[in-house]
């Protein structure tokens, strides 16, 4: 029997943070999500969300746009850096609505306008949470689905050539445009702000190896796939796999996935690095 994908933490136990510097509709909220059923911590500015971020899991943040000091946009900006996954519905009053949808556009799945009716907030939230528990399983599934790709061994059809002296083998250190790939530790770092360092899969280091050999050359699904794995694969199998490890790789190297400026789609084309 297979093994069942983790369920992510259900929505009445979900935590929450909230964000407001206004003391009042900070407390009445914390109280009633608190009776909502979730965990609900909270927070008077953005400087100490941040830090309560650095220290906690959370699931979901419910954050004012117009604050004191450092407002809700520069918050939602490097909370993002810090956690990824992290759902944040914006309050907002009328006046800033504007800056709101600016907002959801980017970092804030929804947003609020004050005041807000009880239900709007419970039905607001359950739905953020509800799409973030199925977009991690959807992610629990790629993973599982890319390990099984990484440690089974797929004969494919080998490319056949003519016997050829050997070549040398492939330099260890593939450097292009932000990123330094070291192929025997299997670990990319991107240079820039923010820094990061990602360990890869034998796959994923295959692949991000071979856009970086190419940087700026668009590859079809089946190029890049025989580039990397040294075999060929009939159509379709090229691009599941290569979709599944540029989603991968993006997730891990890009500090917006759903709009990648290092790994480009050229549609119907394919895919390629881009070093500018």
Excluded: W
């Excluded at 500015?45 to 520069?74: K, N, W």
């Excluded at 239900?119 to 949470?129: H, K, P, Y």
């Excluded at 820094?195 to 899969?201: G, K, Q, S």
């Excluded at 580039?227 to 290569?242: D, I, T, V």
């Amino acid at each position: 029997m297979s093994e069942a994908l983790p369920h992510p933490r259900s929505n009445l136990r979900a935590r929450l943070l909230v964000v407001d510097d206004e003391a009042n509709l900070r407390t009445g909220l914390r109280d009633l999500l608190s009776l909502m059923g979730y965990q609900v911590d909270e927070a008077a500015s953005g400087h100490e969300a941040l830090h309560l971020l650095e220290s906690t899991p959370y699931d979901l943040m419910v954050l004012d746009i117009r604050m004191p000091g450092m407002d809700g946009v520069e918050v939602m900006h490097r909370a993002r850096q810090m956690c990824p996954d992290l759902s944040i519905i914006v309050l907002t009053a009328h006046a800033s609505l504007e800056s709101a949808i600016a907002a959801v556009k980017t970092d804030a799945v929804d947003y609020m306008l004050k005041p807000f009716d009880v239900e709007d907030l419970a039905s607001t939230v359950s739905q953020a949470l509800k799409a973030r528990a199925e977009e991690l399983r959807h992610q629990q599934l790629l993973n599982l689905i890319g390990s099984a790709l990484d440690t089974l061994d797929r004969p494919g059809k080998r490319i056949h050539t003519a016997p050829s002296p050997p070549s040398a083998p492939p330099e260890r250190i593939v450097t292009a445009g932000p990123l330094t790939l070291d192929r025997h530790k299997r670990l990319v770092a991107r240079h820039g702000e923010p820094p990061l360092t990602a360990e890869l899969t034998e796959g994923e280091t295959s692949v991000l190896a071979a856009l970086m050999e190419h940087a700026n050359q668009v590859l079809s699904c089946g190029q890049l796939m025989r580039a990397a794995m040294g075999y060929e694969l009939n159509e379709q199998e090229a691009q599941n796999q290569a979709r599944l490890y540029v989603f991968r790789l993006r997730r891990k190297l890009e500090t917006t996935p759903e709009s990648p400026q290092l790994i480009r789609t050229v549609r119907g084309r394919g895919y390629f690095l881009s070093t500018s």
